[in-house]
């Protein structure tokens, strides 16, 4: 995933929208990232995957 797009998710996924916390770590949150895929989750179990592939946008918000 290209730099300018991490840190663009980053700024919008930065707060969770369900608790507030913008906490990572110490188990408060993660931040996973690898080629294609943005994850960020929180401890209350909020949970926002961002998938990129060729161009397409494929954003899912998982709120159990
Ligand atoms: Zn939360």
């Known amino acids: 995933m290209r730099l300018e797009r991490l840190i663009e998710l980053g700024k919008q996924h930065s707060?969770?929208?369900?608790c507030g916390s913008?906490?990572?770590g110490g188990g408060s949150g993660m931040i996973y990232v690898d080629d294609v895929t943005f994850r960020r989750t929180c401890k209350c179990g909020w949970?926002?995957?961002v998938i990129e592939k060729g161009g397409s946008d494929n954003?899912?918000?998982?709120?159990p």
Do not use: W
Request: proline share 7%; glycine share 0%.
């Open 59 to 63: 954003h899912a918000v998982t709120c």
């Open 22 to 24: 913008s906490r990572i």
């Open 47 to 49: 949970e926002v995957e």
């Open 15 to 18: 707060e969770c929208p369900r």
